[in-house]
């Protein structure tokens, strides 16, 4: 069973776009959420982590978080080709260190 | 700061063979985790340990898969027995410990056919 859950599979978006990608946790455990970017033949690397409820901004990336619905989205404003890439989604339980990834969005970004 | 190394970066195999993944970790790294990424998709959790220690392998397919860190620094993922279903790219991540950030390596892309 699935334990992150991440909407849309895909997405397209023009040059200077925004991009907004979501993700929710079936486990009622969690509490901590990451962001991973990967880049086609890469291994991902982490963007983004939010454990509070509320809003997180770097730049050019957004990350919200609602605890009580266990939902977190990303958004990417002014999207460039260089973000083109698969968007990973993990989250964790307090105390452990077992973290669980979604499928990815793969956002494709249009010069 | 070097990071998490591994080796080979591929491999091919017949179906029934044998292939082992090694891992060096970054250096002071206590937590060391193996995934396995079908193309496309994201990863998935196999085993993760905590210096030598197994914390969770529940889901290791522990009949061809078996994986140890003897030492508590590096790694090797074994698979016995091969099937054309393990194809996908085996990643494996180190973290410092309490910091939830996982450092991936390059990874080693099976194929068995």
């Known amino acids: 069973q699935q334990k992150v859950q991440q909407s849309p599979e895909s997405l397209i978006v023009p040059e200077g776009g925004m991009a907004s990608l979501n993700c929710t946790s079936s486990?009622?455990?969690?509490?901590y959420f990451w962001w991973y970017r990967q880049h086609s033949g890469k291994s991902p690397k982490m963007l983004m982590?939010?454990?509070?409820?509320g809003e997180k901004e770097e730049g050019r990336f957004t990350v919200h978080l609602n605890k009580a619905s266990l939902h977190t989205s990303l958004h990417i404003r002014d999207s460039q080709p260089s973000d083109s890439a698969l968007y990973l989604c993990?989250?964790?339980?307090?105390?452990?260190?077992?973290?669980?990834f979604g499928k990815g969005t793969s956002l494709t970004v249009i010069p | 700061e070097a990071g998490v190394t591994q080796s080979p970066r591929y491999a091919v195999l017949q179906e029934g063979q044998a292939v082992s993944f090694w891992c060096d970790p970054i250096s002071g790294h206590d937590t060391l985790y193996w995934y396995q990424q079908p193309r496309d998709q994201g990863p998935q959790l196999l085993v993760y340990f905590r210096d030598e220690a197994v914390i969770d392998n529940s889901q290791l397919p522990s009949d061809r898969f078996s994986a140890v860190r003897p030492k508590g620094t590096n790694s090797t993922l074994k698979i016995q027995s091969a099937k054309q279903g393990d194809t996908a790219t085996y990643l494996c991540a180190s973290s410092p410990l309490n910091t939830g950030q996982l450092y991936f390596g390059e990874g080693s892309k099976l194929t068995v056919l």
């Open positions: 486990d009622r455990n969690v509490d």
């Open positions: 993990a989250a964790s339980r307090t105390g452990y260190q077992n973290f669980y």
């Open positions: 982590s939010i454990f509070s409820n």
